[in-house]
């Protein structure tokens, strides 16, 4: 169970998230046999600035959020995000995440959207150097 709250004033906006309130832990398929991943609960605090054609933002994450049992590849980010939004249907997004515990590296992403009348469409692309010391990698 996930729960949220916002706050509006004029065009800023500031939020909270607590995501997985109830944490869990997860039996996957492992090469090796069984592994587990946790899913702690995990707080996330944001601001943005928004108008109609601009809006800007930042999420950070306050607490870890864990992964595998046994293993140090917790994450934790500070995110950056800008949108400019022209004609009312057509959206371009960059943004940049920070990951703060050093377990994947940082990430820029961008993307652009189109609003139409009964869907809306997205397109997006992230980057990012080698994962280095994540579980995706056996030492």
Not at 72 to 98: I, K, M, P, S, V
């Amino acid at each position: 169970m996930d729960l949220g709250a916002v706050w509006f004033y004029h065009s800023f906006r500031t939020g909270l998230a607590v995501k997985d309130l109830f944490s869990q832990d997860i039996d996957t398929q492992d090469v090796g046999g069984v592994d587990k991943y946790e899913l702690d609960t995990q707080v996330t605090v944001s601001g943005s600035y928004a108008t109609e054609a601009i809006t800007a933002s930042v999420d950070w994450d306050l607490t870890k959020q864990g992964r595998f049992v046994n293993r140090e590849d917790d994450t934790r980010y500070l995110r950056f995000g800008l949108e400019g939004n022209a004609f009312g249907w057509l959206q371009a997004r960059l943004g940049y995440e920070f990951e703060l515990e050093d377990t994947l590296d940082d990430t820029f992403t961008a993307g652009v959207g189109f609003s139409l009348v009964i869907c809306f469409i997205s397109i997006w692309l992230a980057v990012m150097q080698e994962v280095t010391n994540s579980a995706y990698q056996e030492t």
